[in-house]
Nanobody, 125 residues
Framework: HVQLVESGGGSVTAGGSLRLSCSPSGYGHVTKCMGWFRQAPGKEREGVAAIYTGDSRTVYYADSVKGRFAISADNAKKTVYLQMNSLEAEDTAMYYC??????????????????WGQGTQVTVS
């Protein structure tokens, strides 16, 4: 069983930055593709970014975050990050880390990810 532990959420003012971290247990074949999703109240969960951990190849950013967010994978630390800059009020949501043993679908599909973190809240005011 793979567990994903997220950290780094919080409250910031518009224009600020946060970095989310996700450290899955069992890092390896079950975390071939790692993604970040977010869900705002009353909205569906949406994919934000996705990366292949094997070669740290980023495969997806949502249009709304392009140029502001960056996903990265540190295989030595077995951690995936989401650097969020120039945050906007519209970025306020619960952010989830997810792992998939298979391919990274673009745009990311919730049903293609096998494991999920508990979520970390990001609030931008």
């Amino acid at each position: 069983h793979v567990q994903l532990v997220e950290s780094g959420g919080g409250s910031v003012t518009a224009g600020g930055s946060l970095r989310l971290s996700c450290s899955p247990s069992g890092y390896g074949h079950v975390t071939k593709c790692m993604g970040w999703f977010r869900q705002a109240p009353g909205k569906e969960r949406e994919g934000v970014a996705a990366i292949y951990t094997g070669d740290s190849r980023t495969v997806y950013y949502a249009d709304s975050v392009k140029g502001r967010f960056a996903i990265s994978a540190d295989n030595a630390k077995k951690t995936v990050y989401l650097q969020m800059n120039s945050l906007e009020a519209e970025d306020t949501a619960m952010y989830y880390c997810a792992a998939a043993a298979g391919a990274c679908y673009t745009p990311p599909r919730v049903d293609r990810y096998n494991y999920w973190g508990q979520g970390t809240q990001v609030t931008v005011s």
